[in-house]
């Protein structure tokens, strides 16, 4: 009975897998042309490529959000996992893999800093920054060389919450003279660059969070 | 056929692909790369639509970039909630009631 | 001064992060003052709509649709005053409530993000703004469900967390294919652009938006993650998501109903109803059969949510259903919330989390046991109860269309809910042996409680307010 209700269930999503193409052949052309728009008003958004414009500028309230999503799964990581951290393997010692950790961290810190300034002209920025920053954290954590996080203290908090808190401070800061995340023509340019250097940061940490607060020290 | 429509119907098998996987599947580790796979089938959609008359379009890819993030902080908290299971427990699977 | 609008989304988004600041356990007072402050921006608010209209909030000064807009009506003002009133009590609750310990640490943040994330839910009118309010109020209910739990909280949150994602999806999806067929997603643009033929597309996208607002609502079938998750997470946590989070995605279905996907509605119509029967009656059967309490209280949530959903076939000009869903939504809030938080007092003066463990409850816990009575009169549907005002709607919209089986099931279901809040009642008057133990409960507990039952029968008799209120720029 379980088994029929299984295959039922692949039929329909096989069935829905071809409804959906069938209907993306059927699409009309579509009405409004944000491309346009988002071209027309480049000029006005303080950084040179579109995506990044959308990103922090047009849609920014978007990026605001997302960030506090980020910021709540690491929470909710740290209220369920114990405070001595959940058992892991070590790379106990393994010479070699030690030493390419630590040559590689400096280069993935430069590679990191590489994207964030690349994101101004190119597909860059933040978050790919962020996410190279823990990615370097996490394969030092593996190859042992840094030891697991395990209940976060207030200097980390501040680290962990403290690009997001820009953002919100820009934000807010922005209602004095305008509306929320309205730029001053001629800053939006410095306030951008501002909130993304905080946010490489940040998402960094948070993101190395997310895999380092897992394992905590064996002792 | 251009790319983009190929990329659009390649996201909709994909994402009907993630949906029964996390519907039918009993591991836990498997579920939530089903539910990645299912996500990325509806990025690729999203991308794949707006481009499809081959012009280039950024708050698709704006708006994409968000659900990545945020399927990361999922992904992560469903890892989270698994392991920890698994280490009270034993179990890679939920049991009992019918898991939809 | 600034729009409210705002700031009831800004504020708990930066008391919530310096809560965090604070260190974990910490931000209570915080909280409090915050959730004080927010309800005093949502009269506001109401005050502004009331003599002005509806508003809508341009963020960034570039408008819709290049930009992102928030807006809000006489419907969005009831659902944020409804969050900040129950959130703010169940803080001074849960202020009292959490010894420390694992359950309580970073419980302040992550409420704290829930409610930015609902009301950036009810403000918003982007469909791929309201999917990312919908993560974060998604991910902030699982994290709450599963802090500091056991293997089977755990479990549970599990479940929760795979529902709440594939819902997500579904919405995802449908708004790719939205975007796809019109270039925007902006909600003020869309609704002249969706016509009585639209693309295959746009029917699907539809579907996948209803499917995936459903299975988040718990609509019956969907309602499998929530009695673990609800019956299973600390008192005022269920108390938060039974109340709050689940009406979250019901405005959301309604919002879309009503709005630009008006032209599809008439295709779907009849489901959500005869889901909703089935709701009212089978959750009231399973909360009848079991031995715990929350989990009681959970599956009435599972046949309190079917009665919302009654209403879709109804919708009328004359707005009868639309004021009876509406009210019923706030009605349940108030008592819903009111029963868990009388239940997490009983569990603690008890010791554990059985109706039998309810015994002499009438000897040392009359006030709480009076705010449970009072939150059942609500459910049951009794005079002047905001729940009687919301099911004697819901019966005269039926009545008024000749839909004679809707009244009978709302009737049914008023007497499946006497007899399950009378099982608590009665085994609350018994006398319990001199020895028994009792363990003292602080005082804020009960009188959180009371407030919020009160607040729930004395609905009825301002219910008027709320209709007026939701005529505002009323959807239909």
């Known amino acids: 009975m379980r088994r029929l209700g299984r295959v039922g269930m692949a039929l329909v999503a096989g069935l829905f897998a071809l409804t959906l193409i069938v209907a993306l052949f059927e699409l009309p052309e579509p009405v409004v042309r944000l491309a346009d728009e988002v071209a027309a008003n480049m000029p006005a958004s303080g950084v040179e490529h579109p995506v990044t414009a959308v990103l922090l500028n047009f849609r920014g309230y978007d990026t605001l959000l997302e960030i506090a999503v980020l910021l709540l799964a690491l929470l909710a990581t740290l209220a369920v996992v114990p405070e001595a951290g959940l058992p892991m393997t070590e790379a106990d010692g393994e010479p070699v893999l030690q030493t390419v950790a630590q040559i590689a961290a400096p280069l993935i810190v430069l590679a990191a800093f590489y994207l964030l300034w690349a994101g101004a002209h190119r597909p860059g920025g933040a978050f790919q920054a962020g996410a190279v920053l823990a990615a370097g954290a996490v394969l030092l954590r593996l190859a042992g060389v840094v030891p697991g996080w395990v209940r976060p203290g207030s200097r980390l908090r501040a680290g962990l919450a403290g690009g997001f808190l820009v953002f919100l401070a820009v934000a807010a800061g922005l209602l004095v003279g305008g509306r929320l995340l309205e730029y001053p023509e001629d800053a939006a340019g410095v306030l951008i660059l501002l909130i993304e250097a905080s946010l490489t940061f940040s998402l960094g940490l948070i993101l190395a969070g997310l895999f380092l607060f897992h394992s905590g020290d064996r002792t | 056929m251009t790319s983009g429509m190929v990329f659009a119907a390649t996201g909709a098998v994909l994402f009907a692909m993630g949906v029964a996987g996390v519907v039918l599947l009993d591991h836990l580790m498997r579920r939530i790369l089903a539910f990645n796979l299912m996500g990325s089938g509806a990025f690729l959609v999203l991308v794949g639509t707006a481009q499809r008359d081959g012009s280039v379009d950024p708050v698709p890819q704006a708006m994409v970039l968000t659900g990545i993030v945020v399927a990361v902080a999922a992904t992560a908290l469903a890892i989270t909630l698994a392991r920890r299971l698994y280490t009270l427990s034993g179990r890679t699977e939920l049991s009992g009631t019918d898991d939809d | ?476």
């Not at chain 3, 009585?196 to 579907?207: D, N």
């Not at chain 3, 989990?295 to 009435?300: F, H, Q």
């Not at chain 3, 046991?369 to 729940?387: D, I, N």
């Not at chain 3, 819901?394 to 049914?412: E, K, P, S, T």
Request: hydrophobic share 60%.
């Open chain 3, 1 to 476: 001064m600034t729009d409210p609008l705002v700031w009831l989304i800004v504020l708990p988004l930066v008391w919530a992060s310096v809560a965090f600041l604070l260190g974990p356990s910490r931000g209570a007072r915080l909280a409090v003052a915050g959730l004080g402050f927010q309800l005093l921006l949502a009269l506001d608010l109401t005050r502004m709509l009331m003599t002005g209209g509806p508003r809508r909030y341009a963020v960034g000064g570039w408008g819709a649709p290049l930009g992102i807009d928030l807006f809000a009506d006489g419907l969005s003002a009831i659902m944020l005053l409804l969050v900040q009133s129950i959130a703010l009590l169940l803080a001074i609750y849960a202020r009292s409530y959490f010894k420390p310990g694992a359950a309580s640490r970073h419980f302040w943040p992550m409420m704290g993000f829930l409610v930015a994330g609902m009301n950036a839910l009810f403000l918003a009118a982007d469909l791929f703004n309201v999917y990312v309010t919908l993560e974060l109020v998604g991910l902030a209910a699982v994290g709450l469900v599963a802090a500091g739990g056991e293997a089977a909280q755990l479990a549970a949150a599990l479940r929760y967390l795979f529902a709440t994602l594939v819902g997500s999806g579904a919405y995802l999806l449908a708004v790719a294919l939205v975007y796809g067929t019109y270039g925007t997603v902006a909600i003020e643009t869309l609704a002249p652009l969706i016509d009585a033929r639209p693309p295959l597309a746009v029917w699907l996208a539809g579907a996948l938006m209803l499917a995936g607002l459903l299975v988040k609502s718990a609509l019956f079938p969907f309602h499998f993650w929530l009695p673990p998750a609800h019956g299973g997470a600390p008192a005022p946590v269920s108390a938060l998501l039974s109340a709050l989070v689940v009406k979250a995605t019901f405005y959301l279905i309604l919002r879309l109903w009503l709005g630009p996907f008006a032209p599809l509605a008439a295709a779907a119509v009849w489901l959500p109803s005869v889901l909703g029967c089935v709701a009212i009656l089978w959750g009231s059967i399973m909360a009848i059969r079991t031995r715990r309490l929350k989990l009681l209280v959970a599956y009435s949530t599972v046949a309190q949510l079917g009665y919302l959903f009654l209403i879709f076939p109804l919708l009328a000009p004359d707005g009868i259903a639309l004021q009876a869903g509406v009210l019923q939504a706030v009605a349940h809030g108030l008592a819903k919330s009111a029963m868990f938080a009388a239940a997490g007092v009983l569990i603690i003066a008890s010791g554990r989390d059985a109706v039998e463990g309810v015994a002499g409850a009438a000897q040392h816990l009359p006030l709480t046991l009076f705010a449970f009575a009072l939150a059942g009169v609500t459910l049951m549907g009794l005079p002047p109860s905001g729940g009687f005002l919301a099911k004697w709607l819901l019966i005269d919209a039926a009545l008024l269309q000749g839909q004679w089986w809707l009244a009978a099931v709302v009737i049914a279901g008023g007497l499946l809910a006497a007899v399950y809040v009378f099982r608590v009642l009665r085994q609350a008057f018994l006398i319990v042996p001199e020895n028994a133990v009792i363990a003292p409960v602080p005082r804020v507990l009960e009188w959180a409680t009371f407030v919020l039952a009160a607040a729930s029968v004395l609905l009825g008799l301002g219910g008027m307010e709320i209709v007026r209120l939701l005529g505002v720029g009323a959807p239909t």
